[in-house]
C-alpha cells in the first residue's frame, strides 16, 4: 500500500489555531461504518451516540512543560530543547535546534545566569550523545532545587508547528482529567471533554476507564517511506492497569462497547488484547511500537473518536484501518467542504 493513497488536499484556513470554547462546542462528524452514512453533530451530542453499558477509554497522560529555551555555552547561540523521554532524574532523550551545533560534549544554559555573568544558568544541560532518531541524549544539572523543579519552572508548554498562535491558558492544551506528566504532545481527542459532559455521560451509565500513554512527537514526523509496510513505528511508554482492565472487560462482557478516545486508547488497547480471551485486555505496561494500518485486525476497540489528522500521517492509517480508507477520505473531503477545523484544535470524529 503507497503511502500516497492517505493524502488529501486541506487549505490553511482550516488548520485550526486555537481551540473552540466551551470545550464541547466543537462540531462532531459521525462516521456510520455499517451503512456507510455521515452525519453532522456537535461534541456536546455525544450522549446521544452512546448507550448504558459502553465504557470510553481515555488517556490521562499530562503534557509536560516540555519547551526549553536556552543558550549555548560558550558562545550564547539560541538553543531549543523539546523533552521527549525520561531516562532517569537527569538524563533525558530531547530534539534539539540547531542540531549542527549540538554536538556530544556541548554545553547549553537555561534560565538566568548568575550576576557574575559567565557560568550556567538556573539550569545546565551537557550532550551525551546523538540518537538514533536524530535526537540527543542530555544530562541536566541546576544549581538550586531539583532537576525537575527547573524543568517544570523554566519549560513551556509545547505546541504542533503548525500552530502559531500562543495559548492564553496553557491548561488548554490539557485534558480535563490529566493525571500523568510525561507527554510531549496532547491525546487531542480528550480536549472537547468537559466536566458536565463527563458527569452526563456516567450518570446515563457510561464507564470511564483511564490508560495511559505517553505521546511522543514520533506521532507527528511523517512517513517517509513510499510504501506503508516499510516505515518503522515510534515506540510510546504506556500503562493499562488492573482497574483498568477489570472496567474495560466488565463492559465488554456485558454487551457495551468500547470507545477508544483518540488513536493513543487504541493503542494500549490492542497492544494488550488478550490472545487467549477474544475481545478482552491484559493490564501491563511498558514501550508500544504497534503500527496500525490498512488490514489490521482490531481485537478490541469497538468505536472510535478521534480529531482530524495530517495528510499521510500514521494517525490517518490507524483511522482508515478501523473505518476503511475509502470512507475515511469520503468523510475527510466532506469534512472539508463543510469548513470544519482539523488538527489538534480542531472539530472531532466519531466512528461507530
Known amino acids: ?12 484556513e482550516l488548520i485550526a489555531q486555537e481551540p473552540v470554547e466551551p470545550r464541547d462546542a466543537a462540531r462532531l462528524l459521525v462516521l456510520e461504518r455499517a451503512g456507510e452514512r455521515l452525519a453532522h453533530r456537535h461534541f456536546y451530542q455525544l450522549p446521544e451516540m452512546l448507550q448504558p453499558g459502553d465504557c470510553l477509554v481515555v488517556n490521562d497522560s499530562r503534557v509536560l512543560p516540555a519547551r526549553l529555551l536556552g543558550r549555548r ?16 532524574e537527569r538524563r533525558w ?3 534539539a535546534k ?15 545566569a548568575p550576576a557574575a555573568g559567565a557560568g550556567s544558568g538556573e539550569l545546565s544541560a551537557v550532550i551525551l550523545a546523538k540518537t538514533a532518531a536524530g535526537g540527543r541524549l542530555v544530562e541536566f544539572s541546576c544549581r538550586e532545587g531539583t532537576v525537575d523543579e527547573q524543568l517544570t519552572r523554566l519549560g513551556r508548554t509545547p505546541l504542533p508547528p503548525y500552530i502559531k498562535k500562543d495559548l492564553a491558558d496553557p491548561e488548554r492544551y490539557q485534558t480535563i482529567y490529566n ?26 451509565g457510561v464507564a470511564f476507564a483511564y490508560v495511559t500513554l505517553h505521546v ?8 517517509k517511506e513510499a510504501v506503508v509496510e516499510k516505515h518503522v513505528m515510534h515506540s510510546e511508554a504506556y500503562t493499562l492497569s488492573p482497574e483498568a482492565a477489570g472496567i474495560i472487560n466488565r463492559a465488554k462482557a456485558g ?11 487504541v493503542r494500549v488497547l490492542e497492544t494488550q488484547a488478550d490472545p487467549e480471551r477474544p475481545g478482552l485486555v491484559r493490564p ?8 496500525i494500518y490498512p488490514g489490521f485486525r482490531f481485537q478490541v476497540t469497538d468505536c472510535l473518536i478521534t480529531n482530524f489528522h495530517l495528510p499521510c500521517s500514521t494517525l490517518l492509517m490507524l483511522v482508515s484501518a478501523f473505518a476503511g480508507r475509502d470512507l475515511v477520505m469520503r468523510a475527510y473531503a466532506e469534512a472539508v467542504e463543510k469548513r470544519y477545523r482539523f488538527y489538534s484544535f480542531g472539530d472531532a470524529m466519531i466512528i461507530i
Open 1 to 12: 500500500m503507497r503511502v500516497d493513497e492517505f493524502y488529501y488536499e486541506l487549505p490553511e
Open 73 to 88: 555555552q560558550p558562545g550564547g547561540g539560541a538553543v531549543e530543547f523539546l523533552l521527549l523521554r525520561r531516562l532517569d
Open 93 to 95: 532523550e530531547v530534539l
Open 98 to 112: 540547531p542540531g549542527r551545533r549540538l554536538q556530544p560534549g556541548a554545553a547549553v544554559s537555561f534560565g538566568a
Open 179 to 204: 493525571r500523568h506528566p510525561g507527554s510531549a504532545a496532547a491525546p487531542t481527542a480528550g480536549l472537547h471533554f468537559t466536566p458536565e459532559l463527563v458527569a452526563k455521560l456516567t450518570q446515563m
Open 216 to 223: 511522543g512527537l514520533g506521532t507527528f514526523r511523517p512517513v
Open 255 to 265: 454487551g457495551g462497547r468500547i470507545v477508544a478516545v483518540g488513536t493513543t486508547s
Open 284 to 291: 501491563g505496561g511498558g514501550e508500544t511500537a504497534i503500527f
